[in-house]
């Protein structure tokens, strides 16, 4: 490139040449990295194309404007540092974008996203566009609130350790009055369940109002803790059409001594960041549904991955949030799940492509997320649930407790006792994964509830192909 | 009643070598063990008396064994929990924590419902047992 005034000559001039491409610049501490898989417009070069989300991701527009000049212009320019083609997919591309800290307002999702996922996901020199990864820099970590409660605190509140916790969404989703919704409820939580759930789209509906809803459920969480002397809970789901209304339904449920409240992603970011701000307020577990997630996470090569919320959901802050279940009816690629997990729950996350984990996370204090395993699961599968997810989780069987054919109650019990036969065993140091089978086929001898359990969904599987896979495969290292 | 609190109460009570192996596992994590006990089972108490200290050096699960039976022998009517402490970042909280001792006789709770504004209902859970003082809840 030659002189300034050549360089803002009126016209257009390739992205990579307005400076939104880089091949030597190195990240600084404090940048935003992004990690997009870019798919060009055939002829389009890949370099050219990573310039152009660089570019559309941050200050530029199709032609040269000389209002730029105004500006320090350099320090704002998103820069595309690296473009490595993925393995195994022709004609896709991952770009490494950085991002300078001051290109964002702090604490707000709603502006980070607005850049990085705005216009630049419709530019047609793209056929598609992915974010998979992001580096959040600690500087802008700590501008965060995070989870209002986290894994650790939640625990303690409920003096629950050592274990999984149990929950299951009330089933049928739509359609039961308040009255018999609560008694959905009380079964489920006496029987060993330490959650129930309201479902994403249970809000105020003609067959169930709110606080009808609130009052029932509350009755049967209180007689449930009185019937064990566990403290129980369920998630009072505050989704409306207004923050006014769901601040409304937070504060009746607070009222009412819910420990927990829930919203759905659909409420947006925005939202999502005020309920956390109200539940760290108001001392309340705040569980999120990720209803609508799939529409743009699910497919590779456009969209946003869903390791990406996560991490979006952890700064915005919520304590509990669905992450996949592996083994059950929802799409999670074991590798990509495991990433998913880290995000939610590690300190420190380090980069494992082979997960797809791009880059090493710092997450500079900021509390935890309960991972919630949910869809299609039930006792028999304990093994694999506790091998693949590990102990800080909630494992939700909803048609799992309340299909089980002697009652809500007992499907409770069968998979409490499954869990913690479960957790006894592989503290003893038994091979769960390989003996898990004759683990809960031992305390089904004593456990009638687990054995009716066993022998109605024993051969329920959900063997599918996964869509949302990682693109680096393990390579088998000599013994 | 059984009082489901910890990590095992659903599983029949644990044979004095089946919770020597678990407190193995939490020492094999680096975690510290301490005995705890109480007279007052409410779901909410959280500070139950301690035992004295986590014992922090301990490397073998047979001592902290001993600790549980002298516990048990002082305290046969009492509620028991071994607690497992993990002090790494990060978690700095109990990792593990199950019940080794109960009351013959579990009378359980009742639910007071105290009827206020509207359809409202206040509700307090309460220990039968902590009726009477302590020390003499489960004679």
């Not at chain 1, 793209?126 to 965060?144: C, G, Q, S």
């Not at chain 2, 510290?32 to 699960?61: C, Q, S």
């Not at chain 2, 002298?70 to 700095?92: L, W």
């Amino acid at each position: 490139m030659g002189s300034q005034a050549e360089r803002y000559k009126s016209g257009v001039l390739p992205y990579a040449q307005m400076g939104y491409w880089d091949a030597d610049y190195e990240p600084k501490q404090t940048d935003i990295i992004a990690l997009f898989r870019i798919t060009p417009q055939d002829g389009v070069d890949p370099i050219e194309a990573a310039a152009a989300v660089a570019g559309e991701s941050s200050t530029a527009t199709w032609t040269v404007v000389w209002t730029d000049r105004l500006t320090a212009c350099d320090n704002y320019r998103a820069k595309a540092y690296r473009v490595d083609p993925v393995p195994g997919a022709p004609g896709q591309y991952f770009s490494y974008i950085a991002y300078d800290l001051d290109l964002f307002e702090e604490g707000s999702i709603a502006n980070l996203t607005a850049s990085i996922i705005g216009n630049v996901f419709g530019f047609k020199p793209l056929k598609a566009l992915r974010l998979e990864d992001m580096r959040i820099p600690v500087a802008y970590l700590k501008t965060f609130q995070g989870p209002p409660t986290g894994i650790v605190v939640e625990r303690e509140r409920l003096d629950k350790f050592g274990r999984p916790l149990l929950g299951a969404t009330t089933k049928p989703k739509l359609g039961l009055s308040s009255k018999n919704y609560g008694r959905v409820v009380y079964e489920a939580l006496k029987g060993g369940l330490d959650f129930v759930k309201d479902d994403e789209n249970i809000n105020s509906q003609p067959f169930m109002h709110w606080r009808d809803r609130f009052l029932y459920c509350m009755e049967a969480v209180n007689k449930a803790a009185a019937a064990t002397g566990e403290v129980k809970g369920h998630y009072l789901n505050v989704t409306a059409a207004t923050m006014e209304d769901m601040y409304e339904r937070a504060d009746f449920a607070k009222e009412l001594g819910s420990c927990i409240v829930m919203i759905d992603l659909v409420i947006g970011y925005t939202a999502i960041q005020s309920m956390a701000k109200w539940a760290r307020r108001n001392d309340m577990v705040l569980h999120l549904h990720r209803a609508g997630h799939g529409t743009y996470t699910r497919q590779k090569t456009h969209g946003v991955s869903f390791r990406v919320i996560a991490k979006w959901m952890r700064m915005a802050g919520v304590d509990h949030i669905h992450a996949g279940t592996i083994v059950g009816k929802l799409e999670g690629d074991p590798n990509v799940i495991k990433g998913i997990y880290s995000i939610c729950r590690d300190s420190f996350t380090k980069k494992n492509p082979e997960q797809g984990v791009f880059f090493d996370q710092d997450w500079a204090g900021l509390r935890k997320v309960m991972p919630v395993a949910s869809g299609g699961i039930h006792a028999g599968q304990m093994h694999q649930l506790i091998t693949y997810l590990g102990e800080d989780v909630i494992l939700q069987f909803g048609g799992g407790t309340i299909g089980h054919p002697q009652g809500i109650q007992a499907g409770a019990t069968a998979n409490r006792v499954a869990l913690e036969v479960m957790i006894k065993a592989r503290n003893e140091g038994r091979d769960i994964w390989n003996e898990g089978p004759q683990i809960l086929a031992a305390a089904a001898r004593w456990c009638s509830p687990l054995r009716a359990a066993l022998d109605t969904w024993k051969d329920v599987t959900f063997n599918y192909q996964s869509t949302d896979t990682a693109d680096f495969v393990p390579t088998a290292t000599p013994a | 009643m059984r009082i489901t609190q910890g990590t095992f109460s659903f599983l029949p009570d644990l044979t004095n070598s089946e919770i020597t192996a678990q407190i193995q596992y939490a020492l094999d994590q680096g975690w510290a063990i301490g005995v705890e006990f109480t007279d007052d089972p409410h779901p909410r108490n959280f500070y139950w008396d301690l035992w004295g200290n986590p014992m922090f050096d301990l490397k073998d699960a047979a001592g902290a064994l001993t600790e549980v039976t002298a516990c048990r022998r002082a305290h046969p009517q009492y509620y028991i929990r071994v607690n497992a402490f993990d002090a790494t970042r990060g978690f700095e909280t109990t990792r593990l924590s199950f019940i080794v001792n109960r009351p013959t006789n579990e009378p359980g709770f009742q639910l007071k419902r105290t009827e206020v504004g509207g359809r409202q209902i206040q509700y307090t859970i309460e220990s039968y047992a902590t009726e009477a003082p302590e020390g003499r809840r489960y004679e």
